[in-house]
């Protein structure tokens, strides 16, 4: 079973920075497209970042030149760097990642337990 453990989560003062690492069993980061999702109280989770297999990366509008999404393929780790935090970047972040089954190549994600990012103004 692929499990994924998110790390690096807490509490800061807006315009902090926090970097949010992503670690997991039996599969390869590098391999697939993985990414970072969030969801705040009482709404829907929503697409952070993602990187695919050849490192392409995408970002939604709020996390455009404030988070960078990266990897360590050495060590296959999934990291989120996270600067000039906001209020509203408070949220559960999550890590996923994107596999395929079968010979007709059949998506199946997986994701993390989550971990808790609190931005206070």
């Known amino acids: 079973q692929v499990q994924l453990v998110e790390s690096g989560g807490g509490s800061v003062q807006a315009g902090g920075s926090l970097r949010l690492s992503c670690t997991t069993n039996?599969?390869?980061?590098?391999?697939?497209?993985s990414g970072w999702y969030r969801q705040a109280p009482g709404k829907q989770r929503e697409m952070v970042a993602t990187i695919r297999t050849y490192g392409s990366t995408n970002y939604s509008d709020s996390a455009k030149g404030r988070f960078v999404i990266s990897r360590d393929n050495a060590e296959n780790i999934l990291y989120l760097q996270m600067t000039d935090l906001k209020p509203e970047d408070t949220a559960v972040y999550y890590c996923k990642v994107e596999t395929y089954r079968g010979s007709f190549g059949v998506r199946y994600d997986y994701w993390g337990q989550g971990t808790q990012v609190t931005v206070s103004s």
């Open positions: 039996r599969i390869v980061f590098q391999a697939y497209i």
